[in-house]
Structure formats: structure tokens, C-alpha cells
């Protein structure tokens, strides 16, 4: 006891980073590339996440949109929700905020390895899967298809148009896309991210599903992938919760007996059928 | 950015309706702050203290309740000239103590006090600026509390939510240590009232009174049910809710729920 | 010069409450003059009835926050009256200590913050930050350390929280006292007097007008009576307590929310000048100086000069509020609690002496320790009569000054009052019509 | 250092009467700062610095907050930041002092053994093995009240695990056993002690019984009875007012809010202790709470003492001080809730073995 606590590092200080590149990609969320001090790597896997820190304002999870394959600098994509963030959609190129992390596990790259790869993300879910596309398409050859499913609420919330617009005439890649809410020049699907799966023609054995959006969307996704047969240990899914500190003090995330920083937030589903609370 | 402009410093106005002016005062009695948060603001009108006025302002602070028809237009008003609209103080919050008199037939209480000269009065139910208007942020209490008030002024300067409490005063008064008035065998609101005023009744070895208003999803049988425990009649325990609540307890009147 | 002259000033400003000042010459005859109330009613008498005994003075307190604690200590004293709760000693000097502290406080308030921007010609006290940062700064300085007092001693200076029917819930320690003590002394008395010599330069500002009226405030034979006392009244002497009704004899007029008051004249006066007339001989050696310093002399018959009295009764609580804490610190603070076990259930009629005058509280409990009847009087209504009744000396007298004069001056008159209306006034558009 | 120490009846022993405990008191605020139960308010006890040795209150039942807040205040800045152009950060330095806990009673230790474990998990945080270092611990034995159940929970009145010296109130004084080294070392430098070497003869309390199963099933029941209707019984009770969260002596739970000064030039970011029994604990922006009912919050708060940390550490998280049920305005006791979710368990036994009969 002595000694230790001298060594251990602080968990709760964040180095400065800064704000190297914004764009606008819809009415409230916002891209932010972020450069840490002397151009050190972050280090992360696809799926985690960093405490950001805007001094005055509070702290909050975002999850690293880019792949660990397109360092030094990482993304963050941002909703405009609340004091944080909405301070953070005020920030230019140059602006200076707090990152710790990276937190939580991330994706098992290394468990989907040949496999065929199902992205189903909604809304602003495709921000962390993001991450795990670039690096599955960074690395090609690890994995087998590519399959990715989003559902926006209407055209001009689809967060990604530039990616999406490369994976969509990629021909390594399966990308489909649906709007709850079409407009006039709206030409593609119609209806909730669910109506994808069933046309799917799936090697169930091989393939991973994993699954990020909003809390209502996990009940209805996981239904049509049962319904498919897709076996329970290829899901994996990346939960939200409150959180506070990211290291696992707080208990703001815990679902049941699990922290969400710790041990998720990608939980498989074998996992989280053991987490009632979990959806 | 650091060297703000005096015109870049929002234009703050303070207004009051029925209430004791207990809350105004509580702000010049932040003496040794007053000089601070007049470096951060624009103050364009505050009628207890000065006589200037102003068209427009950024913020509004509303103190007090509204009481007569001519309230109302007033509060319509103030609404139309403001970009934020801020309450201060449990009458301006939920019409506070004056709510009580709801309770009663107005005629009747209007005779009680002024006997057959009562004509000469017009009043109605003492209502919640919320009942008329839109309130963004809301500084509760009677009096307000002083802290949550800086709060809410700083972070509406620095242009950010202020955080508002939503849980019992019971937190504030273990985060402190307090000896729980329960245990001297008083009695005691403060498991079903809203923190943010440092539980400062109980730190001064009194008992809660319910002033700053209900926690959201309060459980009101649960409340009943411990009054009882502590020796109150239903009547009784709804009275001692009521001091500062009636509009809150109210369910038709339960305004806050837009 | 036969003019015609209207003047409305509505919700007056730098006074607590909402009130219009209403004047009518029509070919240079006086036809209207008067305080128009127009505060809502609040009927707290109403509310208090079916309210246990500890819960009255909570209630009573929000009549006012600018006197939450007159009216507390009011309450307290008519409760303990119609229970038969006795309270120590020790009660007593720190309740005094409590009334000492907010008359210095609303005083201070009154006096250097809301009266004095008129004597310098400015709107608000925050001009004067610029221009009079010093002063600025030594007011509000006294201002915090009244109310240091309220915190230290009753847990809050508005809506205090500590003091309940029978004693104390929680008492100072005696480090707390000795604070007080040693701020009181160096810096309290050092800033009163410096903001008192700066005012001394001032005092050819304030109007030049008498009119002898009765003034009424409590009074006794050992001190300057705040805290308790026999009413007295200029013209006719002491009365008991319990007599208030013969002495304010409440009336409704149609220009006002609040009831008015008579006793032996069409009006009488309560405030600092009333007490200071009644009372002049109690003062402390400081505070008779400084009156002297400001030309104040008992009786004084200038409404205006009320503020004056206030400032005088500062110094006088400044060097009291001392005596009273070396009492308490030599005895010792006593750890006792609150005496409530009642001993009677009845009536119970107390007087309190608040900054603006004389308070009357009147419960009638019943036996289950519940208010049955309530009725407080408050020193603002007692007052209005008075004002309006200079209003109609004064107005013919300044008749051939500008309106803006004539406004000014009735602003002041009515300020002077320091007429507390959420107790009982709001102030002003100004319109002329000619 | 879980190392279970000896039992107090191998242990050396001296006698203290009123007075030198007193003196020895004194001695100990010598060596280091001395944190004691003391008198707080009528009825409540409160541990605090000791700057007198006459206002240690060594009889104590309980006190209103457990030793954590010393190792982890109820509210610690956990920064110190400038706003303006380039952020700058700076961590308030932590006093590393040495402290004496003195009256301490064998529950509250096994609770500062608990967030051992807790703070060191998965990360270990610096602020509290900061303060938590350089401490040592007195011992006292208490006489339960109503309200404990730490023997249920197999914590002895006279377990010295933890501590350097463990005090036994006798007739006119304490008996004052050695535990370990540094208690050895105190004895020997204050001298004062009256050696008993007779052979002790002192009373255990009788187990109080108060719970209706051994402790070491108690994980046991918590994994049948995450859908018992106990869980809805108590929450019509329930307040939701926190109460039993912040007086727990093992809960660790808090809150981080940025405070900006009147400049609105610096802050600090603050932390607190936080309640997951409050409404918005486990809300998030959007406006969906993931634990929105007094019922789901009270069987998280439990699942947290005798199930969720348990199967990490293998020790119960609840030490039985009985401070929740103490405190709770509803007068809501955790005993109550554990044996009728034992009898839901047992009813569920039963109605199993019919079935399969
Ligand atoms: C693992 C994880 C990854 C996330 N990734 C992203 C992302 O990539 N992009 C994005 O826009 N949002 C993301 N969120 C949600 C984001 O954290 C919240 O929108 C954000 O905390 C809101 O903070 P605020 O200060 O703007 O709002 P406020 O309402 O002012 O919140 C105040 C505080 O409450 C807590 N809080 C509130 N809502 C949430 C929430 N939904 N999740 C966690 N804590 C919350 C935080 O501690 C926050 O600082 C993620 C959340 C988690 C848990
Ligand atoms: S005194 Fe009141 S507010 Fe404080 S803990 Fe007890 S019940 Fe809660
Ligand atoms: S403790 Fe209760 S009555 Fe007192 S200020 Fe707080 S909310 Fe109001
Ligand atoms: S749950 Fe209750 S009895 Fe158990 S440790 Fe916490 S406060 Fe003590």
C-alpha cells in the first residue's frame, strides 16, 4: 500500500488535443479530426471510445469513428444534444479540448478474421462502426464480405454521405441503405433498418453480425436475425449508457454486474442475454 | 474574446410579480459577488434597485407569481421582448406560498380579509409563470438559493445548460453530514424534495419544509405513507405538502409537465 | 399661478412592492393626492388559519423577505403569548442580536442603496459604482456584515431558519460571536461612520418640509426599544400591547390593496423617525453624534429626514449589538432547546419594532395547537395614511416648481416612508398633462 | 494485507482506565492526526478530527458517514482548469498525511477492505490510495444494536483483521490488545499500559441471528430472485431519496460536474458522491432512463452488495453496519428485504420440488 499509490497514474486527467479538421455532416452532427500533442497515436481499436473534455462544460463518451488504421490523428463524430456537445458544435479547427482514453474493448478484430462481415447501424450508430468498416476495408484481405446495412430517419440525416457514397460503388462491398422518412428525390428503400436483413443471403455459420444504434432498434434487429438463424455468438452489439468517468468507478454505466467502460461497450449477444438490463 | 465589449455582455433584466421580494433582496445581499456579476452582465433593469428600462433583453429573471389578469399581460409581454426566460424562486416556480389561498374558496378568502369591501380586489389563483408562458431554467427555493442562482447566471453567460438538481434534499444533507431531524423525532420533507439549496434547514437543525417543490416521479403514497410512520394523519400530511406545493400536488395543475 | 397638474408614477421604483403615485391639480386646487396600493392581496391571515403553531412563523415570514425577520420574531412572540411558552434569556439577547441585525441591514439597504442615488441626482446605486466606488464598497460591506449576523445566527438573513416558537434549533458558537464581535467593532463601525461623513455633505439635498403628525412605536424604560415594549404614541402615551386595535383602527379606502390606519389624528406616523422621536433618549453616545452630525433632532417633524433616523439607528445597533454579544460570551452559550410544550391555548397579541415601524401579530389558537383566527398589522399600512396627508401639504407648496421637481420630491417623500408594499407598495410611469 | 489476523485470545493485552486512555489518546495525536467518533448533533455520532481527547465518544452505535469519506470525500476537485484561448489543466495536489483511525469499529474496517478491492479493480485510482495510505487503524468492540447485522454477515464484534491495536471496553477502562507491529510499537513508546497476563476471560455475543440464512448462500438466493415481487413491495415504500447509498459504507458511486468562477475565466471539475437509487442516475441525454422505477433501483442497489461485486471478489459487499436501514426515512430495512427474498427463495424451493414430484 505504501508505495503503490505513488505509481499508479491518474485516471482523470486529460491531455489537450486539438482540433485539426470540422465538417458539418448533417443539421446536428458534426466531424471533428483530432490531432493529440506531438502527434502521438491514440492507439485504439475499432468500437472504443474517448472522454471528451470541454473545460466549463463537462466531460462525455464519444465513441472514435475512424479506423486505428488511418493514425495518428482519430475522428469524432458528434450530436448536438446537450451541454457538451452543443459547445463542441461551436469549436473550429485549432480549438483545443480534453481526450482521455481510449476506454472499453472495442470490436474482437482478431475473432473476425475470414469472416463475412453484417454492419447494421442506425442513426448516429454508424459513428463506432464506422471505425470497424475502414478497418475491415483497410485490411481487405483479413476478412471475407462486407455487408452493411444503415437506416437513417430521412436523406438528410445520413451521417456519411462521402463514405457511404465510396462503399456503395465499391464492389467489395455490400451497402444498403434505407430512410424511415423519404423526400422527393429520394429514389432507394423505404422503411425501418429491420426490412434489410430478410433478403440477405447469409453463410450463417461465417457470418458476424454487429449491431450499433439506437436502444430501440436492438430488440427488432435481434428478432430478424434470429429469424434468420444467424447463431447467437456471431452477434456482437455496442451499448450507451450514462457515463461519468469511463474507468470504472462511476457505476453510472453499469448494466447488471457489467460495466459498460470496461467490458463493453461491444458486448456479445451470448453476453448479454445474461444482462437483463442490458436491452 | 477575453476583452469582451460592454455590448457583447447579454442584456439582463430582472422582474418581479407577487411575492415577498425576498429573492431580490437575496441577490443584493450577494454583496461581496454583486460587483462580479455586474463585470458580467448588462444589467438593463431591475426595478427594486434602479429606474432604467430596456426593450429587449437576452435574459429575463421572473420572480414572483401570477396573481391578476393584469400579471398575465405583463408576463406575455416580458416573454415577447426575451430571448431567455429564467424563473427565480419557488412562487415564480409554483406559485409558492401564495398557491396556499387555492386552497380556499377565493370569494371566501377575499371576505376573510377585506369583509364586504372585497369587490374592490380583483384576484385569481396564484399560478406558476409556467402556467402562462415558456420557462427555460428555473432557480427554485424560498427564498431562491443563492449558489443555484450564480450557477444558472454563469452558465447562461458562459452559454451552457445549467445543471439543475432533480433529486432529494436528503442527498445534500448526507453529503454533509447532517444529524437527520428524523432522528431527533421531528418531522421532515426533505426525502421528497428537490435538492439544490445545500439542505440548509436541517444544517440548521430544523426541518424541511418542502420549499423548493417535489422531485420529478415523486412517490406519493411512499410520502404519505412515511408522514404517517412519523405520526400524521393523511389530512395532516397533505397540509404539510401543501405549504409550499398546492399547485404541485394539484394534478391537473401539474404545469410542469409540458 | 393656477395649474393644472396630473401625476402618475406607476410601480415606483427602488422601493419593495408595487404602488402608483396618483396627484390631481385642476386650476391650482388640490383634488387628488395619494399612494395608490396596487400590490395583490396575498390573504395570508386566510392561510394561516388550520396551521400548527411551529408553522406560522415559516408562513409569516414570506409576507415580506425585506422584514421575513420582523415578521418571524413577531409571530414567535404572539405564539409563545397565546401558548404560554416561556424563553430563556439567552433567547432573548440573541433574538435582540437578530432584530439589531436586520434594522441594520434594511437600514443600510434603505438609506445607502434605494434613498441615497436621489441626493446624487442618479437613478440607481450602480452609477454610483464608478463614481463612488468607496462608498459604494463600505455600504456594501455593512450591508454583508448584517447580514452575517442573520446567518451566523439564524441560519439565513431572509426567511431566517433557526429561530422557532420557544428558542433556537441550532445556536451560534461562541467563535461565531466573537467573529461578529471583532467585525462589528473595527470594520462595522469604521464603514458606518465613513459612509455617514460622505452623506453628512448631502444633507442639503434633502426637502425642506414639516408637518408635525403622531408618531407611534413601541417604547420602554430601559432601552431603545426594538424587540418589545408598550405602544406609544406622541399624543397620547403608553398603551398595552394588547390594545392595538384601539390604536391602528384599520380601515379600507378604494385607492389601496392595503388597509389604512388612524389613531388619535386622520394619521400617524411609525419608522425610524417615530421611534427616534419617541425614543431619543435610549441611544447609544455614537449614534446621538451622529445625529447631531446630521442635524437630527428629537422630535423632528420632516418626513424626509426619516432616512436620516435610519442611518442614526445603524450606529445605535452597531454599538448595541456589541453589548449584546459581550453579555451572551460572558455567560456562555448554553446548549438549550426549544421550549414547546404549551401551556395554555388562547390568544396571543405581539408587537415588534421591524425597520419601518411598528408589527402587530394576533393568532387565536385551538386546543390542538392550530391557528383559528390571524390578523397582522403592518407598519407600511399604518403609514400610508400619513403619506397621503403629505402628500396634500406638500404638493401646494412646491405647485410653482417643475413637474419634474414635484415628481422627484414625491418620489422621495414616498421613499423616505421606506414603505415596504409587498408587506403592504411598486412604483413609475410619470405623466403630465397640463 | 487481507491476512486474517490472530484471535484477540492469543494476543498481548494491557489494561488503560479512563485516564490513560485519555493520555493515551494524547499520544496518539502526537504521532499523527487522529480521527475519532464524535458527538454529533443529539443523537448522531460522526467521525472527525480530534483536537481534545474529551470529545471522543468511544461508545458509539454507529456513525452518520463511514471512514470512506476520509480516502474519498464527499465532494474532491478532481481539476483545476483555465478556460480561456489554450486550455490549461492542472491536478490539486493530495496531502499524502499520516492518520490514526482510532475507535474503529470491525464492520467499518472490513468496509475500507471492500473498496480496496473496488478502487484497485480494473483501474486503480490514484486519489484514493493516495489518501488511503499511511493510515492505521484502532479497533473497538461495539455491543449491536437493533440494527446491525455484521455477526449475520460473519463479521465478529471481534474480528481485528485490518487494525494495529483492538480495544475491549472493560470495567472502568479498555482492554487494549496487540494486533500487529505498529500497535506493538505505540504500546511500547506511550509505556503506560497495566500488562495482564492472566489468562482473559471474556464474553463473545451471542451470533444475532437476524438473517434467516447463512451468509455464504446469500449469492446463492440473489441469483433466483432478480424477478421476485419483493422488489415492488419495497418500492411503494421507497423514496428514492439516496439516503441509503450515501451512508453505505461501501458504496463508491459518483458524479463529475464542471463549476466555472464568477470570471468565468477558471473552474474546477468536481466529483461527488452519487445515489443509482435517484431518478436520474442512469439517465442519458436523449431522455431515456435505464433504470426508471424505485423497484429496479432498489434491486440494482442490492444486487451491487451481494451479488454483482460478490462474484468478482468473493466477499459480501454489505458489512451489515445497518447505516441504510438506520437512516431511511421510510424506515426500510435491508434485514426485512433479505429474508423475505429469502422466503421467495425457499417458496420457489418448494414449489420446484412439488412440481417435480
Ligand atoms: C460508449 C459511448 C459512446 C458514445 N458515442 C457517441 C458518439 O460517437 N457521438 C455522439 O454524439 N454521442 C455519443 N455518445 C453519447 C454522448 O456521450 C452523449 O450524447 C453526451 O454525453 C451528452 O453530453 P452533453 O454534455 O452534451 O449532454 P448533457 O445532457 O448535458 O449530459 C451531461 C452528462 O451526462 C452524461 N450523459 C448524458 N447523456 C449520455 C449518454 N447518452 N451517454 C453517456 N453519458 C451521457 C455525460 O456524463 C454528460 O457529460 C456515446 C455514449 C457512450 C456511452
Ligand atoms: S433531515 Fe430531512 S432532508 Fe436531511 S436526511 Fe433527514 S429526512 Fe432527509
Ligand atoms: S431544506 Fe427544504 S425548506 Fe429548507 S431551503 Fe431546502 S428545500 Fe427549502
Ligand atoms: S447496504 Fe446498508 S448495511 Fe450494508 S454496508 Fe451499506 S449501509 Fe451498511
Known amino acids: 500500500m505504501e508505495n503503490v499509490a505513488r505509481e499508479i497514474k491518474d485516471l482523470y486527467t486529460p491531455v489537450i488535443a486539438t482540433i485539426s479538421l470540422v465538417e458539418q455532416l448533417t443539421l446536428s452532427e458534426k466531424r471533428f479530426w483530432i490531432k493529440l500533442p506531438r502527434n502521438q497515436k491514440l492507439n485504439h481499436h475499432p468500437g472504443q471510445f474517448v472522454e471528451v473534455s470541454i473545460f466549463g462544460f463537462g466531460e462525455a463518451p464519444i465513441s472514435i469513428s475512424s479506423s486505428p488504421t488511418r493514425a495518428p490523428g482519430f475522428e469524432l463524430t458528434v450530436r448536438r444534444t446537450g451541454r457538451l456537445t452543443e459547445k463542441m458544435h461551436q469549436l473550429g479547427v485549432g480549438s483545443q479540448i480534453g481526450i482521455r482514453g481510449p476506454f472499453g474493448n472495442g470490436f474482437d478484430v482478431q475473432r473476425f478474421k475470414g469472416k463475412d462481415m453484417l454492419f447494421i447501424a442506425g442513426g448516429i450508430g454508424l459513428a463506432p462502426l464506422k471505425s470497424l468498416i475502414e478497418y475491415t476495408l483497410d485490411k481487405r484481405h483479413d476478412f471475407n464480405r462486407l455487408i452493411i446495412l444503415y437506416g437513417a430517419k430521412n436523406p438528410s440525416e445520413i451521417l456519411y454521405p462521402q463514405e457511404i457514397n465510396e462503399w456503395t460503388y465499391r464492389d467489395d462491398v455490400e451497402m444498403h441503405i434505407t430512410v424511415d422518412r423519404p423526400d422527393a428525390q429520394w429514389k432507394g428503400n423505404v422503411g425501418v433498418i429491420t426490412t434489410l436483413i430478410p433478403p440477405l443471403e447469409l453463410d450463417l455459420e461465417n457470418t458476424i453480425a454487429t449491431v450499433v444504434g439506437p436502444p430501440v432498434m436492438y430488440k427488432f434487429v435481434l428478432m430478424a436475425l434470429k429469424a434468420k438463424r444467424l447463431p447467437d455468438v456471431n452477434i456482437y452489439m455496442s451499448l450507451e449508457r450514462r457515463m461519468k468517468c469511463g474507468v470504472g468507478k462511476c457505476g453510472h454505466c453499469q448494466i447488471n454486474d457489467s460495466y459498460v467502460c470496461q467490458e463493453g461497450p461491444v458486448y456479445p449477444y451470448t453476453r448479454i442475454k445474461e444482462l437483463k438490463e442490458a436491452i | 474574446m477575453s476583452a469582451r465589449k460592454k455590448s457583447q455582455k447579454p442584456k439582463v433584466a430582472f422582474f418581479d410579480f407577487t411575492g415577498c421580494e425576498g429573492c431580490q433582496l437575496n441577490k443584493l445581499n450577494l454583496e461581496n459577488d454583486l460587483l462580479g456579476i455586474l463585470e458580467l452582465i448588462d444589467l438593463v433593469e431591475f426595478r427594486e434597485a434602479m429606474d432604467d428600462k430596456a426593450e429587449e433583453y437576452d435574459i429575463a429573471f421572473i420572480e414572483g407569481s401570477i396573481t391578476t389578469p393584469s400579471c398575465v399581460e405583463r408576463i406575455y409581454d416580458i416573454r415577447r421582448r426575451t430571448k431567455i426566460l429564467v424563473a427565480l424562486g419557488q412562487c415564480a416556480v409554483s406559485g409558492g406560498i401564495n398557491a396556499m389561498k387555492n386552497n380556499y374558496p377565493l370569494a371566501q378568502v377575499q371576505e376573510e380579509v377585506y369583509g364586504k369591501d372585497k369587490y374592490l380586489f380583483p384576484s385569481m389563483p396564484a399560478m406558476p409563470v409556467r402556467a402562462f408562458v415558456q420557462v427555460d431554467y428555473e432557480v427554485r427555493g424560498c427564498p431562491m438559493s443563492m449558489p443555484e442562482f450564480l450557477h444558472v447566471l454563469k452558465s447562461l453567460v458562459l452559454g451552457r445548460k445549467p445543471e439543475i438538481k432533480d433529486y432529494a434534499v436528503c442527498v445534500e444533507c448526507k453529503l454533509k453530514e447532517n444529524e437527520c431531524v428524523l432522528e431527533k423525532g421531528m418531522f421532515c420533507l426533505g426525502p421528497i424534495t428537490r435538492a439544490g439549496c445545500d439542505a440548509i434547514c436541517p444544517s440548521n437543525g430544523q426541518y424541511c419544509t418542502g420549499c423548493r417543490g417535489l422531485v420529478s416521479n415523486m412517490n406519493k403514497n411512499g410520502a404519505i405513507e412515511m408522514l404517517k410512520q412519523h405520526g400524521f394523519s393523511v389530512e395532516e400530511a397533505i397540509k404539510r405538502m401543501a405549504m409550499f406545493n398546492t399547485n404541485e400536488l394539484v394534478k391537473e395543475a401539474n404545469w410542469g409537465n409540458r | ?302 418626513p424626509y429626514m426619516n432616512t436620516v433616523a435610519q442611518l442614526v439607528e445603524v450606529v445605535h445597533c452597531i454599538e448595541d449589538s456589541i453589548e449584546l454579544i459581550d453579555t451572551l460570551l460572558d455567560k456562555g452559550i448554553k446548549n438549550e432547546k426549544p421550549n414547546q410544550e404549551p401551556t395554555r391555548y388562547g390568544r396571543g397579541i405581539a408587537a415588534t419594532e421591524v425597520p419601518r415601524g411598528i408589527l402587530f401579530h394576533d393568532y387565536t389558537y385551538n386546543r390542538k395547537g392550530q391557528i383559528e383566527k390571524a390578523n397582522c398589522i403592518i407598519p407600511t399600512g399604518q403609514n400610508l395614511a400619513n403619506i397621503d396627508e403629505d402628500m396634500r401639504k406638500l404638493v401646494p407648496e412646491i405647485i410653482n416648481e417643475p413637474k419634474d421637481e414635484i415628481t422627484k420630491k414625491l418620489e422621495m417623500l414616498v421613499r423616505a416612508y421606506d414603505p415596504c408594499i409587498s408587506c403592504s407598495v411598486h412604483l413609475l410611469d410619470v405623466k403630465f398633462e397640463e | 494485507m487481507n491476512r486474517q489476523a490472530k484471535d484477540i485470545s492469543e494476543m498481548k493485552c494491557c489494561f488503560f482506565d479512563q485516564n490513560t486512555t485519555k493520555q493515551f489518546i494524547e499520544f496518539l495525536m502526537s504521532k499523527a492526526k487522529v480521527i475519532a467518533p464524535h458527538r454529533k448533533g443529539e443523537k448522531s455520532f460522526s467521525f472527525q478530527e480530534t483536537h481534545n481527547p474529551e470529545e471522543v465518544v468511544l461508545n458509539y452505535n454507529r456513525t452518520i458517514q463511514p471512514i470512506k469519506k476520509f480516502f474519498m470525500p464527499p465532494r474532491e476537485t478532481l481539476l483545476e482548469f483555465e478556460l480561456n484561448g489554450k486550455p490549461k489543466v492542472k491536478k490539486p495536489e493530495i496531502k499524502i498525511e499520516e492518520r490514526i483511525f482510532l475507535g474503529i469499529h470491525s464492520y467499518d474496517m472490513k468496509a475500507i477492505r471492500l473498496l480496496d478491492f473496488s478502487f484497485d479493480r480494473d483501474k486503480p485510482e490514484a486519489n484514493y490510495f493516495l ?164 423497484d429496479s433501483r432498489t434491486r440494482h442497489r442490492l444486487y451491487r452488495k451481494f451479488k454483482y461485486l460478490t462474484d468478482y471478489s468473493g466477499e459480501l459487499h454489505c458489512i451489515g453496519c445497518g447505516r441504510c436501514s438506520y437512516f431511511c426515512p421510510a424506515k426500510i430495512s435491508l434485514v426485512e428485504i433479505i429474508n423475505e427474498l429469502i422466503e421467495d427463495y425457499n417458496r420457489q424451493q418448494q414449489h420446484a420440488a412439488v412440481t417435480v414430484s
Open chain 3, 1 to 302: 399661478m393656477s395649474r393644472n397638474l396630473s401625476i402618475n408614477v406607476h410601480h415606483i421604483t427602488r422601493v419593495e412592492g408595487h404602488g402608483n403615485i396618483v396627484v390631481d391639480v385642476k386650476n391650482g386646487v388640490l383634488k387628488r393626492a395619494y399612494l395608490n396600493i396596487v400590490e395583490p392581496p396575498r390573504f395570508f391571515e386566510a392561510m394561516l388559519k388550520g396551521r400548527n403553531f411551529h408553522e406560522a412563523a415559516i408562513i409569516t415570514s414570506r409576507i415580506c423577505g425585506i422584514c421575513s425577520l420582523g415578521h418571524q420574531m413577531t409571530s414567535l412572540k404572539a405564539t409563545e403569548a397565546a401558548l404560554g411558552l416561556e424563553v430563556s434569556e439567552q433567547t432573548i439577547a440573541l433574538r435582540k442580536l437578530l432584530v439589531h441585525g436586520a434594522t441594520f441591514q434594511s437600514n443600510v439597504l434603505h438609506a445607502l442603496f434605494l434613498a441615497t442615488p436621489d441626493f446624487l441626482n442618479v437613478g440607481s446605486v450602480f452609477p454610483l459604482v464608478h463614481t463612488h466606488k468607496d462608498v459604494v464598497l463600505a455600504a456594501l460591506r455593512l450591508k454583508h456584515l448584517a447580514n452575517e449576523i442573520g446567518n451566523l445566527i439564524s441560519g439565513r438573513a431572509v426567511h431566517p431558519i433557526s429561530i422557532v416558537p420557544g428558542g433556537f434549533t441550532k445556536l451560534p458558537s461562541e467563535k461565531d460571536l466573537l467573529y461578529l464581535r471583532e467585525k462589528l467593532l473595527n470594520e462595522g463601525m469604521k464603514d458606518a461612520l465613513f459612509t455617514i461623513d460622505i452623506l453628512a455633505t448631502l444633507t442639503d439635498q434633502i426637502p425642506d418640509f414639516y408637518r408635525e403628525t403622531e408618531y407611534i412605536s413601541l417604547s420602554n424604560d430601559y432601552e431603545y426599544a426594538l424587540y418589545d415594549g408598550l405602544i406609544c404614541s406622541s399624543d397620547a402615551g403608553l398603551f398595552p400591547v394588547e390594545e392595538y386595535e384601539s390604536v391602528t383602527n384599520e380601515f379600507i379606502v378604494p385607492h389601496s390593496t392595503s388597509k389604512h390606519a388612524k389613531f388619535n389624528r386622520s394619521s400617524y406616523m411609525v419608522g425610524a423617525l417615530a421611534r427616534f422621536n419617541n425614543n431619543y433618549k435610549f441611544l447609544k453616545p455614537k449614534a446621538r453624534e451622529v445625529a447631531d452630525k446630521l442635524g437630527l433632532k428629537a422630535p423632528n417633524y420632516n
Open chain 4, 131 to 294: 489518501r488511503r495510505q499511511k493510515s492505521v487503524f484502532i479497533g473497538i468492540a461495539y455491543e449491536p444494536d437493533e440494527y446491525h447485522f455484521a455477526q449475520d454477515l460473519g463479521i465478529d464484534v471481534y474480528d481485528t483483521t485490518g487494525f494495529s491495536l483492538f480495544m475491549v471496553p472493560a470495567e472502568k477502562g479498555f482492554l487494549i490488545f496487540e494486533v500487529d507491529e505498529t500497535g506493538h510499537r505505540y504500546l511500547q513508546e506511550f509505556g503506560k499500559g497495566l500488562p495482564l497476563d492472566a489468562e482473559l476471560q471474556y464474553e463473545r455475543p451471542e451470533p444475532t441471528k437476524k438473517l434467516k440464512m447463512h451468509y455464504n448462500r446469500l449469492p446463492q438466493i440473489f441469483s433466483h430472485v432478480y424477478d421476485s415481487p419483493v422488489w415492488k413491495k419495497v418500492a411503494e415504500r421507497c423514496l428514492g431519496c439516496g439516503t441509503c447509498n450515501l451512508v453505505c459504507s461501501t458504496c463508491y458511486c459518483f458524479d463529475v460536474f464542471d463549476e466555472v468562477n464568477l470570471n468565468i475565466k477558471e473552474g474546477t471539475r468536481e466529483r461527488t458522491w452519487d445515489s443509482c437509487m435517484l431518478n436520474p442516475f442512469a439517465q442519458v441525454a436523449g431522455g431515456e432512463n435505464f433504470r426508471p422505477t424505485l
